[in-house]
């Protein structure tokens, strides 16, 4: 299963589409701007988790979204579905 890592978290899924930016320096590394995950997608991100379908984190903010269905959020403490309180 193709996983990915930063110092904001990880997200592991089926497949994991990654986009890159650059300084626009042509010597500069590339850098992960944004990535967009399908498919059993599980994301950790300090001491929270989620689970969906469909997931995509934007690095300029650092998060994570999880607009698929099935969506499911969880601490260390708790495990609750989406929407309920």
Do not use: C, H, W
Request: net charge negative; glycine share 10%.
């Amino acid at each position: 299963m193709p996983a990915a890592e930063s110092a904001e978290g990880s997200i592991d899924a089926n497949q994991i589409d990654l986009y890159f930016s650059t300084s626009g320096s042509a010597s500069s590394a590339q850098q992960v701007s944004r990535a967009v995950a399908t498919g059993d997608v599980s994301v950790r991100q300090e001491d929270r988790r989620g689970t969906s379908n469909r997931a995509e984190y934007t690095a300029s903010e650092g998060k994570f979204v999880l607009p698929g269905g099935n969506q499911r959020y969880m601490t260390q403490l708790e495990t609750r579905p989406r929407g309920v309180n």
